[in-house]
């Protein structure tokens, strides 16, 4: 099993492209099912998150074809309409293709789907949904069993809480639905907005993505199309916060700074410096941080949840107390018994983290239990003394590209072995 090595100490200097957003990449390449002819899917980055979606789309009749990061799938032979169990666990955003699959085929029979355990995880929001829009869904033993036999149709749909998956699901089902689907309080995330514009490119009437309502008009067909995964902004505040954690200077390039707004103010209220032109990030952080005061993760526009544990990584060096309050998932502070280990001061309750800024952690072995847990198990391991072994890494190869490479670039003394 591999393990990743980190030397503290070392300041970051230098500049790097940011990686294709993994959480737009996903359910794009769910869409393509709608589609026929060929989708050319560029800046899509190489993680084991997207390799479960090439497989699920292989698996469902599409030909999938990767090189560097362009993904080119044609759609065109879709012949079934059951994802097998070991695929639907290897990603928690396998659910998507639930909406994708009932809309192009008519039918859908697959299980639940895994991910990270941050949470509970429930698709209640999805599958009431998907029965709203004419679905049928029967729930047996571990498996979801969909039927639309007389398609499904447009409707009004309010979501109890702007969920992205959720969100996501309902747009690609109601691309090819008849009539007009309208949903309110919908999730605003900037993925939302990738999505739609793959789709409006492929033929779709989708309108307001972004904003809290939706609308989609149906179609009877979609065709391919290409287009640029948008950046990765969670991967850009992870930088930040490397950065943030060893007081150094660094440029970010290929960001989108809109989508940042909610985290540049947390990194200014430390004492960094976050200059922005043009897709370039440029950043610098005082030799010792402020603390983060309040850092509270809401849905977008707000600070994202995923951004949460690299950020609470950062301000366990801060010179004083932040706090931390966790919105989303109710379990996402599984990191912090990790960065104890490492000499941090962090007392969890519910939902609330208060952090003690120490003068500085110490190495140690450590393992990450979800992904952005081991990024912030990274941010620690590059500010601590002495060396840092970190397990678990295939947690941090679901969503962060070569990030070892990434960070040596920048400076850093980290090994994968
Ligand atoms: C997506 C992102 C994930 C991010 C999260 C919140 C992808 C692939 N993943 O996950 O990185 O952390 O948005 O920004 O894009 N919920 C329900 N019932 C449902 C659906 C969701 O109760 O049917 C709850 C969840 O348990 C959670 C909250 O709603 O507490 C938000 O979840 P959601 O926005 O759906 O997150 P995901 O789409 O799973």
Redesign the pocket.
């Known amino acids: 099993m591999s393990k990743l090595l980190v030397t503290g100490r070392q300041k970051l200097s230098g500049e790097v492209y940011v990686q294709g957003a993994?959480?737009?990449s996903?359910?794009i390449l769910a869409a393509t099912i709608l589609t026929k002819g060929e989708s050319v899917i560029f800046n899509c980055p190489n993680l084991s998150?997207i390799d479960a979606s090439s497989r699920i789309l292989r698996y469902l009749g599409c030909k999938v074809e990767r090189s560097d990061h362009t993904i080119v799938v044609k759609s065109d032979d879709v012949c079934r309409s059951d994802i097998p169990d070991e695929l639907m666990r290897k990603?928690?955003?396998s659910?998507?293709f639930l909406g994708a699959v009932l809309a192009r085929t008519g039918r859908a029979r697959l299980s639940f789907p895994g991910?990270c355990e941050?949470?509970?995880?429930?698709?209640?929001?999805?599958?009431?949904a998907l029965r709203e829009l004419g679905a049928e869904i029967k729930e047996k033993h571990g498996y979801l069993d969909c039927s639309a036999p007389y398609g499904l149709k447009g409707t009004k749909i309010s979501l109890?809480?702007?969920?992205?998956?959720?969100?996501?699901d309902i747009m690609i089902a109601a691309c090819l639905a008849s009539g007009t689907t309208t949903i309110t309080n919908a999730?605003r995330?900037p993925?939302i907005v990738d999505l739609a514009d793959y789709l409006n490119k492929c033929g779709a009437k989708i309108y307001g993505a972004g904003e809290g309502v939706v609308m989609i008009d149906g179609v009877s067909s979609l065709n391919g199309t290409s287009h640029t995964i948008i950046p990765d902004r969670?991967v850009a505040a992870t930088l930040m916060s490397c950065a943030a954690s060893t007081g150094s200077h660094i440029m970010l390039r290929g960001v989108i700074g809109s989508q940042l707004e909610s985290v540049i103010p947390v990194f200014e209220e430390t004492g960094c410096t976050v200059k922005y032109k043009d897709g370039d990030m440029e950043f610098v952080s005082p030799k010792r941080l402020k603390t983060m005061k309040i850092v509270r993760t809401m849905?977008?526009p707000g600070v994202?949840?995923?951004a949460q544990a690299p950020l609470l990584a950062a301000a366990c060096v801060a010179d004083g107390t932040s706090v931390f309050v966790e919105n989303?998932?109710?379990n996402r502070y599984r990191h912090t018994s990790e960065l104890v280990r490492m000499g941090a001061k962090i007392k969890t309750e519910g939902k609330i983290a208060v952090v003690e800024g120490v003068q500085s952690l110490y190495g140690a072995s450590v393992e990450a239990t979800d992904?952005?847990g081991a990024a912030a198990l990274i941010v620690a391991g590059l500010c601590a003394e002495s060396d840092t072994e970190i397990s678990g890494i295939k947690y941090l190869e679901r969503?962060y590209e070569n990030f070892e490479i990434v960070l040596s670039s920048l400076g850093a003394d980290i090994k994968k072995v």
């Open positions: 993994k959480n737009s996903l359910p998150d990603t928690r955003s659910i998507v991910g941050i949470g509970l995880r429930p698709i209640d929001m999805h599958l009431k109890s809480f702007p969920s992205v998956g959720a969100t996501e999730a995330e993925e969670i849905p977008y994202p949840t995923d989303i998932f109710e992904l952005r969503g």
